[in-house]
């Protein structure tokens, strides 16, 4: 039997050979990228990698992964580093490949509406060369700046517009990826309808880099919208807001572009944090929800909209409304629902929670939660509000002084009652290492036992960003 | 070594087994179904299996494919039989499993805009229960009284609202399955947004029988569109066809919902072959459309889809057009492109082609094809239309006399030039077994091996509908 060399001696190996392959332009050692970080948003501790790759092209790729599978080197891939679940955090011993050399938009199709972009392209970027070009890209986000495609596309990001648009996997027509042993897939379809065979796109889409290293994309745009309506709605009861839900997905033109639901602790909590955002209406109303339509008729869509409010008040669903007559006025609604990006400076070592149900579940998983978590902390700040049209909810908790065990022990509260409701651990930010823990709450051992399979298929050495989405 | 016994003596150990296991109800034998038939809509010539499986629950399929696993027992799934690929057919060996007891709509929740179903039931039976709640349920195709769900799903149909809904697999939220080893996975998750590690769902949607039965699925509901308006439109060129497309997508107030684009040889066939239905306009356009928007204001939508057309003929991107100003009027355009549910008499022996391509090189692959076959074939009957909206392109030729060898050779023809303009040899209707030889000119050899490697991680034996899908 062959003896096996240890971590450390097979580490220095692989970085002497991809060093050797690719050369010290590509490959870096901690002494020449000393003071960079490789931690993401999470907050999750992230180690120094062994070695640093910043590849140019698929080729490049290519080779370190050859070389990284023929050494059992564990690689983790980095893009904008924006993630919530410590997913491109380097646990130890890792190499980091990160795709920032892999940047730009390579071609526009505007009769296909399609944009073929390398991965360690800003989402930003991308957004903008679609406006350049007639049309938007659908995907939107907070981190739309720093984070980038591929990241976008590992993770399956969601945000915002995903009631109308769907997630990122929506987004994407083909992605091109090196797979652990260093062979390259897919990349430079254009076609909407593609049956053939399985569907390693979605495959590769939310792996969080575990399955391959995505390093090109063909992305799906969009129509421009040429109108935009926007309201912020006080509601009786949590039935009235799924009620408001079916009517205006069934009566508006132009469908829901977003359905933001907001708790009244939430809103109260903006209004005294945050005083300078006037948050309209009252704050007597159960719940408040900021509701959108995005369309290509500006007059016909504002007279079916304000037409579409007066019956939904008239009819009780909505205690009160404010509608947007200005691009200013929507803007100041986005920005109450944007306060969450002053979390950092208002509520520090807050923990957040990004959990989804199936919408008729949400309210009372919400309310749930909100109890569990007073009961035992009556003292903490516990914030609920979150993109309701797709049963995803935000919960943020945070008590001055909590130690590591109350923190673990708010998660295990959160994530057992997930578990619970059938709900999910994740409903856009991914498992990472984060949640690595939780994943057997809402998937159940042979769901594992086949991501384990399917994993060990592609990454038999589990050298693809190894403790991360899957224990293996 | 243990020798291995051979197909037969296996075969017959393994019917004895599930015949004990299940009964005789559940698992009958050739005698016993006599006279039925295993063949698809495609044409392929199927066997019949050594039994008959007609399980009535999910246990009862897991009970089902342990046992086969344990024997190495092949198994073919069969659902309402109409698909075009020859998936289900039986080719010598196998056991047919039936889900045609497994039928009935479980469960509809109009709050979650869900519906919970099993796998046999008919598309039909779903479509009437989503209506009879006030919904749609957006896939729809010719074969919808006969097609079941879990077939929807393991071929992943198309049909005609893909441009605005999406293909089967944006209308699953959650897919049961047994796999290969009798492990039951997914079933009853009603959430749109759900990032908890690979994405099951999305590899079993498409996969043909080839890595689980599907036994039951949670399927997402839309808005009830409360107006249709449609329009036949004669086109100058096919820039034009593109043009109105992408106009269509942009200013129609509720998006398309259809835009079905008709070559002249087609309308030529339908005027000449099938009189009873009046194609509108002249004869003499390069290209018709019949382009169809639904939404939820029957007034504005209305006068915004006229508004739409008159800039169109003004632009001149439009030749002539006629509105449908009736229901009866739109069921006649809509008669004019259902016309190939007449060729199985009108054009006996035709070879179909479900090809897909970039939309801006859909025509001028249609072209290409449309050449090639005529410079070998002059007599031939060459029919070409599509749901262009979605770059997919429906070809159909036959000529009377044609021996295996020229079927052959037409195959080669459409299917190379597939390959040489990077389009897709399966659009909609999957591979099985009729495509398993031309899988290759739409994929790479490392992304045959990717699939061979998923195939063999969850299935390892090869027992699920072997020699469909991808060759091993």
């Not at 060369?129 to 981190?143: I, P, Q, R, T, V």
């Not at 935009?228 to 572009?257: F, H, K, N």
């Not at 900021?290 to 369309?295: I, K, N, S």
């Not at 007279?303 to 009780?316: N, P, R, V, W, Y």
Request: some cysteine; aromatic content about 6%; proline content about 5%.
């Amino acid at each position: 039997m062959q003896q096996q060399p240890n971590a450390a001696t097979r580490g220095n190996e692989a970085v002497a050979a991809l060093r050797e392959a690719l050369g010290a332009d590509i490959v870096s050692l901690p002494a020449e990228f000393g003071g960079r970080q490789f931690a993401d948003w999470s907050g999750t501790p992230s180690a120094d990698p062994i070695a640093l790759i910043r590849p140019r092209t698929t080729e490049e790729v290519a080779t370190a992964l050859r070389i990284c599978h023929q050494f059992r080197q564990p690689v983790v891939t980095q893009g904008g580093m924006t993630g919530h679940a410590g997913g491109a955090c380097v646990l130890g011993g890792e190499v980091a490949l990160s795709v920032e050399r892999m940047s730009g938009v390579i071609d526009i199709d505007p009769v296909s509406a399609t944009l073929t972009v390398f991965a360690g392209t800003p989402l930003q970027v991308v957004q903008e060369a679609a406006d350049h070009a007639g049309f938007m890209f659908a995907l939107d986000l907070g981190a739309r700046g720093s984070c980038t495609i591929g990241g976008n596309i590992a993770t399956n990001a969601g945000g915002n517009r995903v009631i109308r648009y769907g997630m990122m996997r929506d987004q994407v027509l083909d992605v091109e990826a090196v797979l652990a042993d260093g062979s390259v897939i897919g990349g430079e379809r254009k076609m909407i309808k593609n049956n053939t065979g399985y569907d390693l796109r979605n495959l590769l889409t939310g792996s969080e880099g575990t399955l391959g290293v995505i390093t090109r994309a063909v992305l799906r745009l969009r129509a421009k919208p040429r109108a935009i309506s926007t309201a912020w709605c006080g509601m009786p009861d949590y039935a009235a807001v799924t009620t408001l839900l079916g009517r205006a997905q069934e009566r508006l033109p132009a469908g829901v572009s977003a359905f933001e639901v907001m708790w009244p602790s939430y809103c109260d909590f903006v209004r005294e944090r945050l005083p300078e955002l006037r948050v309209p209406l009252g704050s007597d109303h159960a719940y408040y929800v900021l509701l959108e339509t995005c369309g290509a008729d500006p007059e016909r869509q504002s007279a079916a909209f304000e037409d579409f409010l007066a019956d939904m008040l008239d009819d009780g669903v909505i205690a009160d409304a404010a509608i947007a007559q200005s691009d200013a006025d929507a803007a100041a609604f986005w920005a109450i629902r944007d306060a969450p990006a002053e979390y950092p400076r208002l509520i520090p070592g807050r923990i957040s929670f990004d959990i989804s149900f199936a919408v008729a579940q949400a309210g009372d998983a919400a309310q749930r939660c909100d109890e569990r978590l007073r009961a035992r902390w009556p003292q903490a700040t516990i914030l609920v509000y979150g993109h309701l049209g797709d049963g995803n909810l935000h919960v943020v908790a945070q008590e001055p002084g909590w130690t590591d065990a109350d923190i673990d022990d708010v998660k295990r509260v959160v994530y057992e009652l997930t578990g619970e409701m059938g709900g999910s651990v994740s409903a856009e930010h991914g498992i990472g290492e984060e949640k690595l823990g939780v994943l057997g709450l809402s998937r159940s051992p042979a769901e594992l036992a086949a991501m384990k399979a399917i994993k060990l298929a592609l990454d038999p050495h589990n050298i693809l960003n190894p403790g991360k989405v899957i224990a293996m």
